[in-house]
């Protein structure tokens, strides 16, 4: 019964956004909005659930030792964002403020910083050209490389027509096929769950 | 502690990127097309024509996307624009006010008459269609907390059919929401400004006229740097992103010619 309920329920919202996607008249941008209002309060519950499940994870981690400095940062961070921001407020000069523009802030930079060294353990280690396929994209890779640089463009002022041709020609068909892919997918998928084919959403029966 | 082979490569980075900086090479960057073509559109525009920021970022691609969006407000305001800015995504809302208070600053722009941050939105497909329809609505207060109806650069904002074009400032996928939404009732005109590895992402919308320009990654920073004639993070990123660039090619030229020579061994054995 409830599977069922929820399969209608999926039904009727998802033939109503299809329908107002297509239809200019205000009523149907309404319909959006107020949908997408509800979106958000549904996405706001579900960020509480994913917040109570770090907590629980790493209290319960914790308590049996593993790994116990990282996991007191993590619940500490946890706890002072949401402090800070309770009593000090959000404002542009407040502590919340101030703690994600000089702690998160760099620190995100940082780690996302540290892709250039395991780009280079890659390039060391795993980009051979083993057959010609691979061979092929290595050298565009390697033209790519050098054009995006100051120095190869300046050196050979070819190489960045020849890298925006492959970005231009092959590279672009390729996204467009793969946009086209994801499209198509989409679409199947999401007619199989509003018509009820495709359950796995729903969780196993019990 | 073990070293292994991808601890000297670590270290070979860190001392190739380290030195070029240290030595400080200035390369000069020619401009491409796409570089130009935002340029001449900004350029174009006349003088308090109203424009849209939308910092569509997370704070993890700031190194690449602060000198980016630095060399395009400084450019808007130079021009004497009217900059509009909002984020969609709640870590931008900072760094999006910051960056504009900054470039306003350096050319004198007053907040509120010259520019306004209306702060952060969630939910932005909702807050594209809303937007479209009424700005006010969307955002009833500034990111500082004034009433919409105060702010004097507010005052001919009604739609985004009022604004000349949205900036998009992203790291992801939002820009793709301005052109589905934005674009359907409103003709809006958007402008990218995306990091690197995103510029391929966006290349078919480029193509196909649904976006009007797009400037991508550091590369793209040097260049609108070297136009607007000002030296900013893109041409110092710049050179540590080439020091990196030839390091991994001639990391990728060692690995395979130890490949083809590990391999002939074993074939002659």
């Not at chain 1, 069922?4 to 999926?10: D, E, K, L, W």
């Amino acid at each position: 019964m409830g599977r069922t309920f929820a399969v209608g329920i999926c039904f009727v919202f998802g033939v109503l956004m299809f329908v107002q996607y297509f239809s200019p008249h205000p009523a149907a941008r309404t319909v959006h909005r107020t949908v997408s209002e509800y979106w958000q309060i549904i996405f706001a519950f579900g960020l509480l659930i994913g917040v109570v499940a770090v907590l629980r994870s790493n209290l319960r981690q914790l308590r049996w030792g593993s790994d116990r400095p990282y996991r007191l940062v993590t619940l500490c961070g946890l706890a002072a964002m949401p402090i800070l921001a309770l009593v000090w407020g959000r404002g542009i000069d407040s502590p919340f403020m101030w703690m994600f523009e000089n702690v998160q802030a760099p620190m995100q930079s940082t780690v996302f910083a540290l892709l250039a060294f395991f780009v280079v353990s890659a390039s060391v280690r795993g980009f051979r050209a083993r057959s010609v396929p691979a061979a092929i994209l290595l050298v565009s890779a390697l033209l790519i490389l050098l054009s995006r640089s100051a120095l190869g463009s300046a050196v050979l002022p070819q190489l960045s027509d020849t890298a925006e041709w492959i970005r231009n020609t092959p590279s672009m068909s390729a996204r467009r096929a793969i946009l086209i892919g994801i499209g198509l997918g989409s679409l199947t998928t999401s007619l199989r769950v509003i018509l009820g084919i495709e359950q796995t959403w729903l969780g196993r029966r019990s | 502690m073990n070293v292994e082979t991808r601890h000297y490569a670590f270290l070979g980075l860190f001392v190739c990127v380290g030195l070029v900086m240290v030595i400080g090479l200035r390369p000069g960057v020619p401009v491409t097309a796409d570089t130009q073509r935002m340029f001449a559109y900004i350029d174009s525009l006349p003088g308090g024509s109203t424009l849209m920021v939308s910092f569509d970022h997370e704070a993890s691609s700031l190194p690449e996307i602060q000198p980016l969006a630095l060399a395009l407000l400084r450019h808007a305001f130079s021009k004497g624009h009217k900059l509009v800015g909002v984020a969609f995504l709640a870590e931008g809302t900072v760094i999006g006010y910051r960056l504009m208070q900054k470039a306003a600053a350096e050319y004198g722009r007053k907040y509120g008459q010259d520019y306004v941050y209306l702060g952060f939105r969630p939910q932005h497909v909702a807050a594209i269609l809303t937007m479209a329809e009424s700005v006010r609505e969307a955002f009833p207060q500034d990111y500082l907390g004034h009433d919409y109806n105060e702010i004097e650069c507010l005052r001919t904002v009604d739609s985004l059919g009022d604004v000349a074009a949205v900036i998009s400032i992203a790291d992801g996928s939002t820009t793709t929401y301005w052109m589905e939404y934005g674009q359907s009732p409103e003709r809006l005109l958007v402008l990218a400004v995306v990091t690197a590895a995103m510029v391929t992402t966006y290349d078919p919308y480029l193509a196909s006229g649904q976006m009007h320009a797009m400037v991508g990654g550091l590369r793209g920073a040097a260049e609108y740097e070297r136009l607007i004639n000002r030296s900013g993070g893109g041409e110092r990123g710049m050179l540590a992103q080439s020091a990196a660039h030839f390091y991994v090619i001639a990391m990728i030229v060692v690995g395979n010619v130890v490949y083809f020579k590990a391999r002939r061994k074993r074939a002659a054995s």
